[in-house]
């Protein structure tokens, strides 16, 4: 059975600011590690993922950073907005489905102007 | 191009009663899966469906059904409800469900009284 671990659980920057939010994950057969954003009454929108034959991956002011051998990824969000203020989740494939996505607790980032 | 539609938005049942739930996939996505997030916390996997047959399970009771269709949408059935069924119930469709990106639809939000 999977499990991801989220943390923090919340994060405060200033605009202008670098996010960082970290996850680990245990084993899996898969490789396919996707970051979502959630704003309240709206369900997970797809915000950057990657495959970890890469060790990091930049996708605009979002990159994803991976480590195998430590089974690690980090989000980091760079010039940190306002409007990214939201909840960031993690996911992993689970050992036995590639479809099958185990989720982080989340973290609720706050970016004040 | 629709994203992931999922009706009804809102839903108000009692305790013991049945709910049906509905989605379509975007279109040419060939796999629906079903997850349920409670407030606070991340999705957790329900189902999921990929030409019409269930490919997995997550660990809810028997209560919770779902079927795809031949148009690759999907319902999902949960009977005698419980207070604790009150969550947001997401789909999330992809082109084959292996190792793809799902991309999530807003969800339905189910409350038990």
């Known amino acids: 059975q999977q499990q991801v671990k989220q943390s923090p659980q919340s994060l405060i920057v200033q605009k202008g600011g670098i996010s960082i939010i970290n996850c680990a994950y245990e084993?899996?057969?898969?490789?396919?590690f996707p970051w979502y954003q959630q704003f309240p009454g709206k369900g997970p929108a797809l915000l950057i993922a990657?495959?970890?034959?890469?060790s990091e991956k930049k996708e605009g002011r979002f990159t994803i950073s991976f480590n195998k051998s430590a089974k690690q990824f980090s989000l980091h969000i760079m010039d940190s907005q306002p409007g990214d203020s939201a909840t960031y989740f993690c996911a992993a494939p689970s050992w036995t489905s590639g479809s099958r996505l185990t989720f982080g607790e989340g973290t609720q980032l706050t970016v004040n102007p | 191009d629709a994203g992931v539609t999922q009706s009804p938005t809102h839903l108000i049942k009692t305790r013991g009663q049945q709910v049906t739930l509905r989605c379509s996939p975007i279109?040419?996505?060939?796999?629906v899966s079903w997850y349920q997030q409670v407030l606070g916390q991340g999705p957790q996997f329900i189902f999921q469906?990929?030409?019409?047959?269930?490919?997995g399970r997550g660990n809810f009771p028997d209560r919770f059904s779902a079927r795809q269709f031949p148009n690759y949408s999907s319902e999902l059935n949960v009977n005698a409800l419980l207070l604790g069924d009150s969550a947001l119930y997401l789909c999330?469709?992809?082109?084959?469900?292996?190792?793809?990106?799902?991309?999530f639809g807003d969800g339905t939000r189910l409350s038990i009284l």
């Open positions: 279109s040419g996505h060939k796999s």
């Open positions: 469906y990929y030409e019409k047959e269930e490919r």
């Open positions: 990657i495959r970890p034959d890469v």
């Open positions: 084993n899996t057969a898969f490789d396919y």
């Open positions: 999330a469709s992809s082109l084959s469900g292996f190792n793809q990106p799902q991309h």
